[in-house]
């Protein structure tokens, strides 16, 4: 089994998506997490992405004029 490094905790604003129903899963599971370079989030179970997290939501919001705070 593959170790992992320790991660502290970490708080960031930005958009939560919950893409499937978490009630379906239950019991053995593969998991998966992946962080990309600039924050944004993704956690799978068996290969399919069921949370993303993007903190640049105030960025894109913005650009399309949706975010004007």
Same mark, same amino acid.
């Given at each position: 089994?593959?170790?992992?490094?320790?991660?502290?905790?970490?708080?960031? !604003?930005?958009?939560?998506?919950?893409? !499937?129903?978490? !009630?379906?899963? &239950?019991?053995? /599971?593969?998991? &998966? *997490?992946?962080? /990309?370079?600039?924050?944004?989030?993704? *956690?799978?179970?068996?290969?399919?992405?069921?949370?993303?997290?993007?903190?640049?939501?105030?960025?894109?919001?913005?650009?399309?004029?949706?975010?004007? /705070?």
């Amino acid at each position: 089994m593959r170790k992992w490094k320790e991660q502290d905790e970490v708080h960031m !604003k930005g958009l939560l998506s919950i893409e !499937k129903d978490l !009630k379906r899963w &239950g019991g053995y /599971a593969d998991l &998966g *997490i992946q962080i /990309a370079h600039d924050g944004r989030v993704w *956690i799978c179970i068996d290969g399919e992405a069921v949370i993303r997290f993007n903190p640049k939501v105030k960025e894109l919001f913005t650009k399309k004029g949706i975010y004007d /705070a």
